[in-house]
């Protein structure tokens, strides 16, 4: 199962950007869905969660500047984010994980760059 993450790039700092995350061979409604970071020689850590029910969460960090939402008529996840530092410059990945508790998935990532 593979998830596609895209949006990602180069922005100036201050910049909004929006992430995308779709899957053709999974159902969103089916599974939380979360949004990951991962900073060059940093552990990878979770942004933002949307849970089935609409329900989202968000890491201290990202927390007023960053949106996670979801459209489950088109199978779709974002991550909008807004106010962007520098310090946001990371690899973004999509995860979901079934309500079960079971199955998990990766997105390939997506490189977000933000210039000073």
């Known amino acids: 199962v593979q998830l596609v993450e895209s949006g990602g790039g180069l922005v100036q700092q201050g910049e909004p950007l929006r992430l995308p995350c779709t899957s053709s061979?999974?159902?969103?409604?089916?599974?939380?869905m979360r949004w990951y970071r991962q900073a060059p020689g940093m552990e990878r850590n979770v942004v933002a969660m949307l849970t089935a029910s609409g329900g989202t969460h968000y890491a201290d960090s990202v927390k007023g500047r960053f949106t996670i939402s979801g459209d489950n008529a088109k199978n779709i996840m974002y991550l909008e984010m807004n106010g962007l530092p520098p310090e946001d410059t990371a690899e973004y990945y999509c995860n979901a994980t079934h309500l079960d508790g079971g199955d998990e998935y990766w997105g390939q990532g997506t490189q977000v760059t933000v210039s000073s």
């Open positions: 061979e999974i159902t969103f409604s089916q599974f939380i």
